[in-house]
């Protein structure tokens, strides 16, 4: 199983990003997929998650309404819109998926919110 996200990058409060997680090495469209975050000097977080349809979605409370989750199976990638964003959002962010009773993540891509 390999996770490789992108699309984090420094922007200003109130800005939009796209995060993309392209997955290898299993069958994608037969799992679940998520998003995890971890700011300096905290736990990693859940964020969001979808299942293997693109229905079942859920989302961190302090980002419904800006955040949003999706995935294309086809090509083998999930993604995470983030609209809306405040510098509490600064963080490296993982994507994630559980496979064979293991949990995998990926390396992370930094967001980083600030004016």
């Known amino acids: 199983v390999q996770l490789q996200a992108s699309g984090g990058g420094l922007v200003q409060p109130g800005g939009s990003l796209r995060l993309s997680c392209a997955a290898s090495?299993?069958?994608?469209?037969?799992?679940?997929m998520a998003w995890f975050r971890q700011a300096p000097g905290k736990e990693r977080e859940f964020v969001s998650s979808i299942g293997w349809s693109g229905a079942n979605t859920y989302v961190l409370d302090s980002v419904k309404g800006r955040f949003t989750i999706s995935r294309d199976n086809a090509k083998y990638t999930a993604y995470l819109q983030m609209n809306g964003l405040v510098p509490e959002d600064t963080a490296v962010y993982l994507c994630?998926?559980?496979?064979?009773?293991?949990?995998?993540y990926g390396q992370g891509t930094q967001v980083t919110v600030s004016s």
């Open positions: 090495g299993f069958t994608f469209s037969t799992y679940a």
């Open positions: 994630n998926t559980y496979v064979q009773f293991e949990s995998f």
